[in-house]
């Protein structure tokens, strides 16, 4: 059974930092592209980052360039996202996923390739 845990979810201050860690079980990571979602209030879910599966490669979404880092240790089996100077826009849940789909089709932003998704944690910047 395939599990994606998130943490490090919490309140924070707008300029402030926190650590995502997203921890695998019941999969090989390393066969598989990892990407962070958000979700706010009455919005869709927005893929924020991803990264290829040997992490030669990465995706940022424009409004998180320069101030979030996405990361993976195969080893561990857990993904890692580093979000600085956080704004009270990124106020969200925020998910990882699982995808089996290659990074070349360049479909790594939507939702829809991923196979296995975790239950969210809650990231709330005070303004």
């Known amino acids: 059974q395939v599990q994606l845990a998130e943490s490090g979810g919490g309140l924070v201050q707008a300029g402030g930092s926190l650590r995502l860690s997203c921890a695998a079980s019941?999969?090989?990571?390393?066969?598989?592209?990892m990407g962070w979602f958000r979700q706010a209030p009455g919005k869709e879910r927005d893929c924020v980052a991803a990264?290829?599966?040997?992490?030669?490669?990465?995706f940022y979404a424009d409004s998180v360039k320069g101030r979030l880092t996405i990361s993976r240790d195969n080893a561990k089996n857990t993904v890692y996202l580093q979000m600085n100077s956080l704004k009270s826009e990124d106020t969200a849940v925020y998910y990882c996923?699982?995808?089996?789909?290659?990074?070349?089709?360049?479909?790594?932003?939507?939702?829809?390739?991923?196979?296995?998704w975790g239950q969210g944690t809650q990231v709330t910047v005070s303004s």
């Open positions: 996923a699982a995808s089996d789909t290659a990074w070349y089709t360049r479909t790594y932003d939507r939702p829809s390739k991923y196979n296995y």
């Open positions: 990264i290829s599966s040997r992490s030669r490669y990465t």
């Open positions: 019941g999969l090989t990571l390393s066969n598989y592209v």
